[in-house]
Structures are given as structure tokens and as C-alpha cells.
């Protein structure tokens, strides 16, 4: 029997995740849209759109999904009308309203199993369980000097290479923790130098733990990019190309000497753990380290912060949260299997 779980894609920025998105999305029984901005900024909202047991507030917090102007929705090619009808018919949680939006997409290409990317839901995982308990988890890991380099490239990266070198850090820190509390069919690793290296041998691997047939289709991402990638974002110009290994390593001619070091002193133990070999670079200026350490401490703050105040609302949350879209997101909520939405609660 074929899975329905969403799959996510998480990692740090430039590390491939687009890629791996359209190598899923190539696969025929799953859909993978390009990145949106609505799914963390509407949970943290949440209290503000009510029950969803109430079709109105369904409506309303669909509306805000298919009209918000930052939603992205418009670049996933739907109907608003009709998505925004669907949710409305759709079951009385949360996570139903906002999971709709996925499983309209899979709709649009007639596939039966959606999943959604974006690099920074290595923070969410928690908050994603909460919306999608059966979800799965895929952590793309990339050479952190190579993300570091990219990042200082990307038009939309406005903060320096240190600040690059704490998010890294963080999103392998994040993967660590998940690997060791997460369930083992729940959140898998693979490194982005090993797919490019060997798409199929890794790809197969990878629909092993989604419960999928490999699909040689996966292996050549190139024909989805046209349908996936929306077109004003040049940075992910490499998704046209064939999967190459020849953007590994160009951290080398990329990075200041100075980048370099404070690589290899900072990250250097992750880098290691992650099989990435040092360079042997001189220690870095005790300046750069320090501004490192003061980068990585406002990063978790800014997460503490927005942790306590989640918890509050977790107190006083406005009605049901987790998802009843799939067979196993109805059978945890201990309800039985069912094909329509005219037996679920309202």
C-alpha cells in the first residue's frame, strides 16, 4: 500500500533543497510546489482566524492564504475561488485549512501525495508535527563553506558571511537534535554531495524511506523546473542545468581567506561529523570568532522568544490543530478510514 505522508525538505539556505524539491516533484504520485510564505506566518497567527471547526473561519483564514500579498499563492497556479471553497468544505482543523492549499496542488498535476519546501522549516519541525503528525522529514546537508559562498552571492541574503556561518551552523545543530528525538521513518539525512555524486544510488535510498518506488525520472529534475520554479527567481538558474557535482568545492576560489578560517574554527567539528575534510587554514582573528558567537547567541534568542510566546497560545488554542487529510493523520486522531469529506467533523 502506497503512503500519503507530506514530505518536507528542509536545510539550510543553498544547499540544494530546490533541487531535491523538483527531483520529488518529478516523481509521479508526489507534488512538491515551489517555496510559499504563509504556513509559519499563519500558525503563529492562528488565534486570530478562531476554530476551524467553524466554516467561517476556514474562509477566512483561507482568504488570507489565497489573497495575502505574501503568501505566494499565486505562483502555484490554483484557483482561489476554488481552494478557498475546498477548505471551507474541507475537515475542521488547522492544519486541514493550510494542508489544503498542498493537496490542491497535488490535484493540479494529478498526484495523490504532496509535500512542501522550505529551508528554514528545520525550526519548525515541532510546529509542522503539531499541523502534520505523520509527517517525513528530508535534511539536505551541503559543505557549509559552499553555503557560506552562495549565500554572499543570493541578491536576497542581505546579512554578512558570519551571520551565514551561525545559520548553518544552526540548521545542522537543528538536524542533529531531530535525528536523535524524531523516529527513524520520520526524518532522514543525505548529504548534497552525495546526490549530486550519485542521483539514483541516493534517490533510491530516499523513496525507500518515503515508502515510494524509485522513479528514473527523479534523476533528471530539468523538465519540472519550467513548472516549479518560478521564473523571477534567477539564483535557482542551476535547476535547468543537468545534476552536476561542479558547484561542490567553490568555496575554495570563493571565500576570503579570513571566511576560511573562521569556517574551519567554528563549524569545523560539524564539518568533520559531516565527512567534509579541512583545509588546515591558520586560526581566525579573535574579533571574527567573537563576531560569530554574537551572531549565533541573537539567532537563538530571537527563537526563545518566539518559542515563550508560542507556548501562551498553546494554552488557549482556539480549536484543533493537526490535520485530517491523510490515512494517517485520521487514524492518530483515532478516526476511522474514510474517502469523503461529509464524515469528518465540521
Known sequence: MHSDRPVFVVGCPRSGTTMLQLMLHSHPRIAVPPETRFLVPAYFSRRAYGDMRLADNRRRLATWIAE???????????????????????????????????????????????GDKRPSYYRHVEMLMRMFPDAQFVHLVRDGRDCVASLKQMPWYKADAVHAMANWAEAVDFGRRHARKLPADSFYEL????????????????????????????????????????????????????????????????LEPWEISLCEEVLGERLTAYGYELSGARKPDREHVAAFKAAAAKRRAARLRKYNRDRLTRLREPGPIAALLTEGQRRLAGLPQQRSYELLPR
Open 68 to 114: 495575502g500579498r505574501t503568501t505566494k499563492f499565486h505562483e502555484l497556479g490554483l484557483s482561489r475561488p476554488d481552494f478557498v471553497q475546498a477548505a471551507m468544505l474541507g475537515p475542521g482543523s488547522f492544519g486541514s485549512v493550510v494542508g489544503m492549499v498542498f493537496k490542491c496542488y497535488a490535484e493540479r498535476f494529478g498526484k495523490p501525495r504532496w
Open 191 to 254: 548529504r548534497y554531495e552525495d546526490l549530486t555524486a550519485d542521483p539514483e544510488t541516493e534517490l533510491k535510498k530516499l523513496c525507500v524511506f518515503i515508502g515510494e518506488d524509485y522513479d528514473p525520472a527523479m534523476c533528471d529534475p530539468r523538465h519540472m523546473a519550467e513548472l516549479a520554479v518560478p521564473k523571477h527567481k534567477v539564483w535557482h538558474s542551476n535547476t535547468h542545468e543537468e545534476v552536476t557535482t561542479a558547484h561542490s568545492g567553490k568555496w575554495a576560489s570563493r
